[in-house]
């Protein structure tokens, strides 16, 4: 979150924080892009986010990019001016839950690197290829006994080492989809992970799964469902992501727009909420899936 307001009153711009068509939390600025000529204070910026939008030409995006076109200025010396107006205290409630765990991990005894025909063939009618996810992932699998029967088990690496794990049963018959590691039996407890993190880079798609993971490639990481934790949240901050975008299952929009309102301030670039065709990113297809990744530079 910046200091919008120290801003805008350190460099002599005008601006609304009440009256005729102010909303709450925002304030009121004319546009300055140049093809709006906006005739009075038309732009708004939110006080939570620090976000802007025209609601005459319809311009919007992050802070950063509001101090380059107001004060004509490149990008290098909007961004080290936004800082100066950058409030870190706020991130300070984003805070690593705090939870027992394991030195060491371990897996299920009766998990095994050889995936039995099953478990092959959920993957191929997923339209993965078993032996790519294999090595690419890591997975393993439980056949017929134990806790996690009928389910390919999904490490999850932070820091270059497995802390904890989910299972994804095959059959689409038992009570859970995915059944993840006990906290007490994690060396990190799964919603304080982010699967595939330790590949991202600075650019961030954000997925609800790991199946979406595997389908949109390097660059994606899932927060293993909507709801997502103030640790999950800091590791992201943290990261420093250049621009992040969130593309969550159908019908989890108001979760991922959610998302998006509370990374914004953090995301030099912005963060932007994505949506396909499709129940959710793994049912899309390769092509569709590398076109997707394209447009948004993963």
Known sequence: MYDVKKFLRDNAIYFKSSGTNVSTGWIEIRCPFPMCNDPSEHMGINLSSSMYNCWKC????????????????????????????????LATKYKHEETPHKASLHFPKEA?????????????????????????????????????????????????????????????????????????????????CLYNIDNAGDTLLIVEGPLDVWRMGKGAIATMGTKITNTQIKIIIDRKPKRVFVLYDWGAYS????????????????VETLTIDVKDPAELTEKDAKLLRKEIGL
């Open 58 to 89: 319809g311009e919007h995006g992050p802070f950063t990019k509001l101090v380059k076109v107001l004060l004509n200025i490149g990008w290098k010396n909007a961004e080290d001016l936004a800082s100066e107006y950058f409030k870190p205290s």
């Open 112 to 192: 095994t690197s050889k995936l039995p025909d099953l478990h092959k063939d959920y993957l191929r009618n997923r339209n993965f290829d078993p032996k790519q996810i294999r090595k690419d992932y890591d997975i393993m699998a439980c056949y017929q006994t134990g806790n996690y029967a009928y389910r390919i088990i999904i490490p999850i690496f932070m820091f270059g080492k497995p802390v904890s794990f989910t299972a994804r049963d095959v059959t689409d018959e038992q009570e859970t989809r995915y059944k993840n590691m006990p906290n007490e039996k994690s060396v990190i407890p799964v919603k304080q």
């Open 255 to 270: 979760e991922a727009y959610k998302l998006a309102h509370t990374l914004s301030p953090y995301v030099e670039h912005g």
